[in-house]
């Protein structure tokens, strides 16, 4: 059925939309942000974030989203160097591969005191194992920053970085009433985070003109998919998605 849209011209009239759409008025992150901006707006009304910033979301849910989060950063870790490794240009390539190392000390930093606080070890972390969505959602990351070109695996990288930026500054304007929560929400929210998720966004851009439109179109539906994969690791974590078998 997927092959038969490409042999009836649905990717060549989709690259022609795409091409055609604004690009003299947005920058190539803007058109890719339009492609998950309907996600985004539903995952500012997830009761997962919301329950984060009233104090209602239940610390199960929250223990499953940071041992989840643990295991996702570190396969995030290996798409940045994958990343790293197929960049046009030395300050990307130190970019990604710096971000890449990040990407593993705070999985070691801020879940260390997360996990103390919810009562769980390292141990504890590894034993639990990679869930479900966590599962679908790093191995479509890997399986785009391995076979697909640099402008793609950064589309596919790109919504982890930008939607958390953007929900952090969304929950550090209410904080939470409860202590822990709060220490997540700041984390995200912070000068810091935003320095780095605008630097990759100036990469982003700067890729914006050597993309021909069939790229164009699959940068497109990466973004799209792993923004999808964003709104799915909230949900897995307030449903505490298990594997059924």
Same mark, same amino acid.
Request: net charge negative.
């Given at each position: ?18 091409? *055609?759409?604004? #690009?003299?008025?947005?920058?190539? +992150?803007?058109? $890719? ?5 309907? %996600? /985004? @707006? &539903? ?86 194992? *990679?869930?479900? #969505?966590?599962?679908?959602?790093? +191995?479509?990351? $890997? ?5 697909? %070109? /640099? @402008? &793609? ?93």
């Amino acid at each position: 059925m997927w092959a038969d849209f490409g042999r009836h011209g649905f990717v060549s009239t989709k690259a022609e939309t795409i091409a *055609s759409h604004s #690009t003299a008025v947005l920058s190539f +992150s803007q058109q $890719l942000w339009e492609s998950g901006a309907a %996600t /985004y @707006a &539903e995952i500012l009304r997830h009761p997962f974030l919301t329950g984060l910033t009233d104090g209602t979301l239940s610390t199960d849910a929250f223990r499953y989203f940071v041992i989840q989060d643990s295991h996702y950063l570190r396969a995030y870790a290996r798409a940045l160097s994958l990343v790293s490794a197929r960049a046009t240009d030395p300050e990307a390539v130190a970019l990604f591969a710096g971000h890449a190392s990040d990407a593993i000390a705070v999985e070691k930093e801020l879940h260390v005191s997360l996990l103390h606080g919810l009562g769980l070890t390292a141990a504890a972390v590894d034993a639990a194992g *990679s869930g479900p #969505t966590t599962t679908a959602y790093a +191995s479509y990351l $890997l399986g785009v920053c391995a076979t697909g %070109t /640099y @402008a &793609e695996a950064l589309a596919a990288v790109l919504p982890c970085y930008w939607v958390y930026r953007d929900v952090g500054r969304e929950l550090l304007a209410r904080s939470s009433p409860d202590p822990l929560y709060a220490q997540w929400i700041a984390s995200y929210g912070s000068p810091e985070f935003d320095a780095v998720v605008e630097s990759v966004l100036a990469v982003t851009d700067g890729l914006g003109s050597d993309i021909g439109p069939s790229e164009r179109v699959r940068c497109h539906e990466h973004f799209a998919v792993t923004t999808r994969y964003e709104w799915m690791f909230w949900d897995a974590a307030y449903q505490q998605l298990s594997w059924p078998i």
